[in-house]
C-alpha cells in the first residue's frame, strides 16, 4: 500500500516546495496531509489541482500518518517528531534539531542513501549549504581524498523563510523608492547589502551557527570525522539559490581537467564552465531546477604541489538544498 505522506509546515517557502516536488516527481502516495499552524488551519493549498485543506499540527492531528516530511523550524521538529515516531511515523526533518544525533541518519542519496536503513523513526535532511557543497564534491573525494576544504557562502533569503524573502521584496521596494525600512525578520537592511549570517556566533570560536552546521554535517555525511573544514557564511540580496565558492586540497595532484569530467558525469549536477563566454554558475539559472550548477574549475595556483582546486557553485536552496533533498530521501523509503 502506498503511504499517507504530510508535509509539516505546509505553508512555509520549504514546505510549499515539498508539495510541488512531491507532485511533480509523481511520488506513490495514497494521500497528502497538510499541517501548520493554527494560524493557516482551514485555509487550502493545491496538489497539483486538487485542493487540500491545511490542519493545525497538535496531538490530534498526527496519527495515522507514514512519512512527515517536516520544515516548520527547530522547535517544532523538537517537539513533534519524536511523537509522531513513536507513533510509527518516520519523519524526514529539515530542521537542525536532531542532525548530530549518533542515532539519526544525516543523508544526502546521492552520497550515503546506504544510511537510511539505520533509522529509528527520524532521519535528517542537512543544512542547505552542506549538501549543495558535497554533492558534487563526493565523487572527486571517492576518487582522490579531499583534506581539507574551504568554503564562502553567498546565501540567499529563501533560507531564512518565506518571511525573509518577503523582505527582501518589501525593503527593495522601499529602498528604491526613497522610502525608510525597518527590518523585521533579518538583523540588518538587506536591499543592496551583504551581511554575516544572521546564526548566532559562539563567541569562543568565532564561528556562527550556519558556519558550525556546515562544517560538522559535512564531515558527519562523508563519514570522515578528521576531515579539515573551514566556512564563511553570508547573506546576499537574492531571493532562492545559494553560492558557494569553494577551495579543496586532495590528497594526489589533481587537475581542472579531471575535476570537469567527474563533475560533468556526477548525479544532480550540471557543469557550467563556459571561459570563452565568461559564463559561469549564477543563483538566477540555479533557481527553480533541481540541478546544481558548478563551474570556474580551476588550479588553485596558491599550491605548488597541485593539489588544491577553486571552483563555484550556485544551487536552488528550496530544492536541492531543502525540499527536493527531503522528497528523494522519502523515495529512498519507497522504493
Ligand atoms: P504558518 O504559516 O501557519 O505559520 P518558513 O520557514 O517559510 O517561515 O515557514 C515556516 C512553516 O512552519 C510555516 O508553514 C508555518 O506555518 C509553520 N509553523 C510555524 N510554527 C508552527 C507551529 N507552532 N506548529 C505548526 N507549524 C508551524
Not at 490530534?60 to 519524536?82: E, M, N
Amino acid at each position: 500500500r502506498s503511504p499517507v505522506v504530510a508535509v509539516v509546515g505546509a505553508t512555509g517557502a520549504v514546505g510549499r516546495e515539498m508539495i510541488e516536488c512531491l507532485h511533480r516527481r509523481k511520488f506513490p502516495l495514497r494521500s497528502l496531509r497538510l499541517l501548520a499552524s493554527g494560524r493557516s488551519a482551514g485555509q487550502v493549498l493545491k496538489y497539483g489541482d486538487q485542493p487540500v485543506v491545511i490542519e493545525a499540527l497538535g496531538p490530534d492531528t498526527i496519527d495515522g500518518i507514514d512519512i512527515a516530511l517536516f520544515s516548520a523550524g527547530g522547535s517544532v521538529s523538537k517537539q513533534y517528531a519524536p511523537l509522531m515516531a513513536e507513533r510509527g511515523t518516520i519523519v524526514v526533518d529539515n530542521s537542525s534539531a536532531f542532525r548530530m544525533h549518533d542515532d539519526v541518519p544525516l543523508v544526502v542519496p546521492e552520497i550515503n542513501s546506504q544510511a537510511i536503513a539505520q533509522h529509528r523513526g527520524i532521519i535528517a535532511n542537512p543544512n542547505c549549504v552542506a549538501i549543495l557543497s558535497i554533492t558534487p564534491l563526493w565523487p572527486i573525494h571517492q576518487r582522490n581524498p579531499i583534506r581539507r576544504l574551504i568554503l564562502s557562502t553567498y546565501q540567499a533569503a529563501s533560507g531564512a523563510g518565506a518571511a525573509a524573502m518577503e523582505e527582501l521584496r518589501e525593503s527593495t521596494r522601499a529602498y528604491l523608492a526613497g522610502e525608510r525600512y525597518e527590518p523585521k525578520v533579518l538583523p540588518h537592511p538587506y536591499a543592496f547589502n551583504v551581511f554575516s549570517h544572521n546564526a548566532r556566533v559562539d563567541p569562543t570560536t568565532g564561528y556562527n551557527d550556519e558556519e558550525a552546521k556546515v562544517m560538522q554535517e559535512a564531515r558527519k555525511i562523508f563519514g570522515d570525522a578528521t576531515m579539515r573544514i573551514t566556512a564563511t557564511c553570508v547573506r546576499v540580496p537574492v531571493l532562492r539559490a545559494h553560492c558557494v565558492s569553494v577551495n579543496f586540497e586532495c590528497e594526489e595532484r589533481i587537475t581542472p581537467e579531471e575535476v570537469r569530467s567527474i563533475v560533468a558525469s556526477a548525479p544532480g549536477v550540471r557543469l557550467v564552465d563556459d571561459a570563452q563566454n565568461n559564463y559561469y554558475p549564477m543563483p538566477n539559472d540555479a533557481s527553480g531546477r533541481d540541478e546544481l550548477l558548478v563551474g570556474r574549475i580551476r588550479q588553485d595556483v596558491s599550491d605548488p604541489s597541485n593539489r588544491s582546486i577553486s571552483m563555484f557553485i550556485a544551487g536552488d536552496q528550496l530544492l536541492k538544498g531543502a525540499a527536493l533533498n527531503a522528497v528523494q530521501i522519502a523515495e529512498k523509503l519507497v522504493g
